[in-house]
Each structure stands twice: as C-alpha cells, then as structure tokens.
C-alpha cells in the first residue's frame, strides 16, 4: 500500500479551506474557533502517512481542549502531531511539535498539544516553532502515522479549539 495523504470530510469538501466555527469563550477579547473534522484512514495506509487537521494562522493559540479521537488503528501503529513541513517559512521537522508519537493501537482520545510546555502552552504557535517572527503563510496541523502501516485502518475525529492575537 502506498502512502496516504488524507485530508477531513469537511476540509475535502471545502477544498482544504476549513472554516471554523465560533465558540462561546473568549482568549484576550478574541473569540476562539475550533475546527473539527473526520477522516477514515484506509487498512494498511503507511507509516509517513498523513492527516491534514487544520489551516491556521501564525498566531493562532492552540486551547488546551483539543483532541484527535481514533478507532483501534492496529499493533504498534502511533500519531504524531505537529505542523507540515514548509521551506518557504522556515518551519521544518516540526510534524511531532504538539504531540510525540502517541499510542493508537486500540481506540484513543490524544490530546492535540500534549508535547508544549505548560509555560509555552499560550503562545501563539510561530513562537512555540521557534521562528524568530511571524510568518506571513497560514500553518498546517497534520497529523503523521508512524509505528507501524495501519493493519485494518479506521475512523479519526479531531477538535482544535484556538484563537489568534
């Protein structure tokens, strides 16, 4: 089976635009969003495998509430949780910034920012990269397999509460 470059239901049906929706709490006067999406992985998908999650601004601040929810993925298979590579900004090897290779061999809910500082867990997220300033392009959440290939694949659902300065 070849590498899968998956993206959610929602964000293929809006051609990878997701629009979030806005919550009822607020982070310095700004409201925050969440995206949320779903994605069947398919049996036997690859490790290097990747979720698309969210497209978000630079300075969005992650909420500590978001997750990735996922069905018994198979023996050994983990996720990763971090920002797609992209040369053009400076941002790469940063694909397990938010969450190191969790455990996903049997249904889990994984905390989307599990790997963040409890003292960088407000900052916007250029600065939790290590970028010396803002980026003038949007930022991918992905999610990235790896472990083992996905034995009989399966659902995944995510939430991404965040806001921005």
């Known amino acids: 089976m070849a590498i899968e470059l998956l993206a959610g239901d929602f964000v293929l049906a809006k051609e990878a635009k997701a629009v979030p929706s806005a919550a009822s709490f607020h982070h310095f006067n700004n409201p925050y969003k969440a995206v949320m999406d779903h994605v069947t992985i398919p049996a036997a998908a690859d490790i290097g495998s990747t979720i698309s999650l969210a497209r978000v601004k630079p300075d969005s601040v992650l909420s500590a ?16 949780i971090g920002i797609a590579d992209d040369a053009t900004i400076g941002v790469t090897g940063k694909t397990a910034v938010l969450n190191a290779a969790t455990d996903v061999s049997s249904a889990a809910v994984v905390p989307i920012g ?25 930022l ?3 999610a990235t397999q790896a472990g083992a290939a996905s034995a009989g694949g399966g659902d995944v659902t995510w939430e991404i509460p965040f806001t921005s300065y």
């Open 65 to 80: 509430l978001g997750f990735l929810q996922t069905a018994a993925l198979g023996a050994s298979v983990t996720l990763a």
């Open 114 to 138: 599990a790997a963040v500082a409890l003292a960088n867990r407000y900052k916007p997220l250029w600065q939790i990269l290590g970028l010396t300033e803002k980026p003038s392009k949007d």
């Open 140 to 142: 991918l959440i992905v």
